[in-house]
């Protein structure tokens, strides 16, 4: 029987409340359909530094680096504000993401119709959206050198960052995107400013070529940046995967998830480089949300981001497509029959907490893995 290792990063605040309802769904798919998940949990982010002195520790690290796959909580709170920067709790997920390597961040902005009143758009423009941004996550300009402040000495300082990509950092994020595409509807819009920056020239150029040359069968089209930030709140229906650099992918992830209500709803995936050893890539899986510390510990967060980011590991590190709808169909149709916890809570909808949420998707997903 295969096995498949997971370790579970439960966090701080609310990741661990929010993990527990992913633990659930584990069990019912080992029970349901044998797929042999093996689950061990490791601690980061402030729990880990309480319980180490680290915001995550070396044996844990390791056990990350040999798991299949990996999911993460949330990070972070009041606790740990004035904790030495370098060990910070966010800096266990900084550390995680670098020595992973995981340059691919993907974020699906979809609007359960259920929802779609909740969104800052009219119900026609965002009612069932499903678009996909990967943004490029390991370089760019929060990464290149030099960055700093230096001092002119005439009463003035000077503040720089460096944006910079090579070539091949560019060619894996578009096969990242491609590949991806092709899974979905077929059609890839590329972002970048190539009209005032050379990394946006040398972008444009590459992700062409990569399109043209490997993968003819999905449509490219290029939007500058900016007017992509415009078209994503005019008509977002439009895309279907975006693909785009670390800086302006931090801000048209942002717009896109806003189009969708909550920030309790919204998952993410973190992918690395394929091992051409062993065909399986690095892969941290997170909701989008922090550790919500004015909500922790109350019973009330909404755990759909979090499961919602459970179904995007079984899809694209576990290639379970078949569960992976039957979960997103699961959560949908707990939507769809008005249960509701606070961050979303709407008239007429019955409120529940994170168990009771997290019960009904497991239920819904049960009845839909049995027929
Ligand atoms: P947050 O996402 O934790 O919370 C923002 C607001 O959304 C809060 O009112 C919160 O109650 C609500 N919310 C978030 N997730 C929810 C859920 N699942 N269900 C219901 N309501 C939810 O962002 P913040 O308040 O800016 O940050 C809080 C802490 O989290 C900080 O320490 C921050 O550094 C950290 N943080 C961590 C991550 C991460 O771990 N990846 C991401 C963002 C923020």
């Given amino acids: 029987m295969t096995t498949r290792k997971l370790l579970l990063l439960p966090g701080d605040g609310i990741g661990p409340e929010a993990m527990a309802e992913v633990e659930a769904i584990v069990a019912i798919l080992n029970a349901e359909t044998g797929a042999g998940f093996e689950t061990e949990r490791a ?13 995550i520790s070396d044996a844990d690290m390791a056990l990350a680096m040999a798991a299949d796959a990996v999911l993460f909580g949330a990070v972070g709170g009041p606790k740990w504000d004035t904790v030495p920067y370098e060990k910070r709790p966010e800096a266990g997920l900084l550390r995680l993401r670098k020595d992973m390597a995981l340059f691919a961040n993907l974020r699906p902005a979809i609007c359960y119709p259920a929802l779609a009143e909740a969104s800052s758009l009219k119900r026609k423009l965002v009612d069932g959206l499903d678009i996909l941004i990967l943004r490029e996550l390991t370089g760019g300009v929060y990464f290149g050198e030099p960055k700093e402040i230096v001092d002119l000495g005439n009463g ?43 990394t946006g020239v040398l972008w444009n ?37 975006i693909v785009t650099d670390n800086l302006f992918g931090d801000m048209l992830s942002d717009i896109a998830a806003m189009l969708t209500g909550s920030l309790g709803m919204l998952p993410s995936a973190s ?12 892969a941290l899986y997170e909701p989008v949300h922090g550790s919500a510390p004015d909500i922790a510990g109350q019973g009330i967060a909404n755990p759909i981001a979090m499961i919602a980011s459970f179904a995007m590991m079984l899809r694209y590190s576990f290639a379970m497509q078949r569960e992976a709808d039957a979960l997103e169909a699961a959560i949908a149709s707990v939507l769809e029959n008005g249960i509701r916890t606070g961050d979303i809570m709407a008239p007429g909808a019955r409120q529940v907490g994170t168990r009771e949420m997290g019960a009904a998707v497991a239920a819904a997903f049960r009845e839909r893995l049995a027929a």
Avoid: C, W
């Fill in 43 to 55: 601690l980061v982010g402030g729990a880990a530094f309480d319980a180490h002195g680290a915001p």
């Fill in 156 to 198: 003035q300082k000077r503040g720089v960052d460096t944006q910079v990509y090579e070539t091949y950092e560019i060619e894996r994020i578009a096969r990242a995107a491609f590949e991806a595409a092709r899974t979905r509807r077929g059609k890839v819009t590329s972002m970048e400013k190539r009209n005032v920056m050379k």
């Fill in 205 to 241: 150029e590459v992700v062409t070529r990569v399109g043209r040359e490997e993968y003819p069968d999905v449509t490219l089209e290029h939007m500058l940046a900016d007017a992509g930030g415009m078209q994503l709140v005019r008509a977002p229906k439009q895309f279907d995967v």
């Fill in 271 to 282: 992918l690395g480089a394929v091992d051409a050893a062993t065909g399986r890539r690095k």
